[in-house]
């Protein structure tokens, strides 16, 4: 057997349970399937003892452009395949979580972003899944928190085949928390695992557009996060459209899937049955985050319709008091120059109660326009 590198955890799953191996197998096993899990930059390191694990366990190798495909870190969610195994990249979140650091990232890859610190988690990194009959290699970020979750699952669940059973400990598998009888299933469970994570991101995104939402229908407040919402607009477009590959990478392994041989016996109809049934789950829940995503972008820019909408009423209100107003000075502003003419012979101009007079035409004119605007509600509020 093959040392195995620092970076890579090996295991053997079979129907007793669960075996982390120290080193790579030279044979493929009797029962079961293997499943290597390795980093990408222990990957592209030890790709030679890796394809010669592969070559042992498999009979096959990993194509060329494969091997790129699975070190590159800006690759969208696909899938592709050969006659012997399969290939599928699938996109998870990358945030970081505590007791994992975040592997360093150039600038031109992670760029910037303002906001709210949900913004910071729409960043994703891509894992890749190459399916053989009896090995699944999973290649992930440094700071794959998916495969230590699944990881420490796995070994709560399965039986170690290295260590007798003891009392309290169960001798298979609780029902209802099966093992993968597959790579193919185990695949699926992992990026069933990664959806998950969309699927939480989504309920704060919900959260911090319903406070923006709140914020921009307040009409006589002053919204200045327009940075923060742009932001937020434009995560949930990246958002969408890394789904979307999701959703097309899930799409073509399904139809893939359709094409394979039908298994004779009943136990293999059965895995391929739920295999079927694994695959639709994963699609319907990316269908769900994609409708939730679309929900949000079409909610918030109803949002700040509304929100420009309500300022427009609030000015044409102030501008239909104004003008209100200044229609009710008008005649008196026309008697007052009226009588600030340099005539000598002007009516009431030369009595002593002239004064009195104009003044209380004036008033009376004011109220009376004040009431005619008042009834015809060019005074009052259009909302509460």
């Known amino acids: 057997m093959t040392p195995n590198p620092a970076g890579i955890r090996i295991f053997h799953l079979h129907a007793g349970g669960v075996q982390e191996l120290p080193a790579l197998p030279q044979q493929p096993p009797a029962q079961g399937f293997v499943w290597v899990a390795c ?38 969610s696909r899938y592709d395949y050969t006659l012997q195994y399969d290939l599928v990249v699938f996109r998870r979140l990358a945030a970081a979580t505590p007791g994992h650091s975040a592997a360093p990232v150039p600038p031109a890859a992670a760029p910037r972003r303002g906001g709210p610190p949900v913004l910071h988690r729409i960043d994703t990194s891509p894992v890749g899944f190459a399916v053989f009959d009896q090995v699944l290699l999973t290649v992930h970020p440094a700071d794959c928190a998916v495969r230590d979750a699944y990881v420490q699952r796995l070994l709560a669940t399965g039986v170690s085949a ?12 609780p029902p209802g928390n099966r093992l993968p009888t597959s790579p193919a299933d185990l695949m699926l469970r992992l990026v069933n695992q990664m959806v ?45 459209e890394i789904c979307e590959d999701q959703r097309t990478a899930v799409q073509d392994w399904i139809d893939a899937l359709e094409t394979w041989p039908q298994p004779e016996s009943a136990a293999g109809l059965r895995d391929w049955d ?21 929900r949000l972008e079409q909610s918030t820019e109803t949002a700040v319709q509304m929100h420009f909408s309500v300022q427009s009423n609030r000015t044409n209100d102030i501008m239909r008091t104004l003008t209100a107003l200044t229609a009710v000075f008008l005649p008196l502003n026309l008697i007052a120059g009226i009588f600030g003419m340099n005539f000598d012979f002007l009516p009431l101009i030369h009595q002593q109660d002239g004064f009195w007079w104009a003044m209380g035409a004036m008033g009376l004119i004011a109220l009376a ?4 605007f008042w009834r015809k509600r060019y005074l009052a509020r259009t909302g509460g």
């Open 274 to 294: 739920l295999l079927k049934v694994r695959s639709r789950d994963v699609l319907e829940h990316i269908e769900r985050v994609v409708h939730h995503v679309r």
């Open 196 to 240: 998950d994570g969309y699927l939480d991101l989504r309920r704060e995104l919900s959260r911090q557009l319903d406070h923006w939402q709140t914020e921009l229908l307040r009409p006589r407040t002053r919204f200045s996060n327009w940075s923060a919402l742009l932001d937020a607009r434009m995560a949930l477009h990246q958002l969408d």
């Open 162 to 173: 290295a260590e007798p059973p003891r009392e309290g400990r169960p001798s298979a598998p």
């Open 39 to 76: 980093a990408r930059p222990v990957f592209a390191e030890c790709q030679a003892d890796l394809q010669a694990a592969l070559q042992a366990l498999a009979g096959v190798q990993l194509v060329d452009l494969h091997v790129s495909d699975l070190l590159n870190a800006q690759l969208p």
């Open 369 to 372: 326009l004040v009431a005619l």
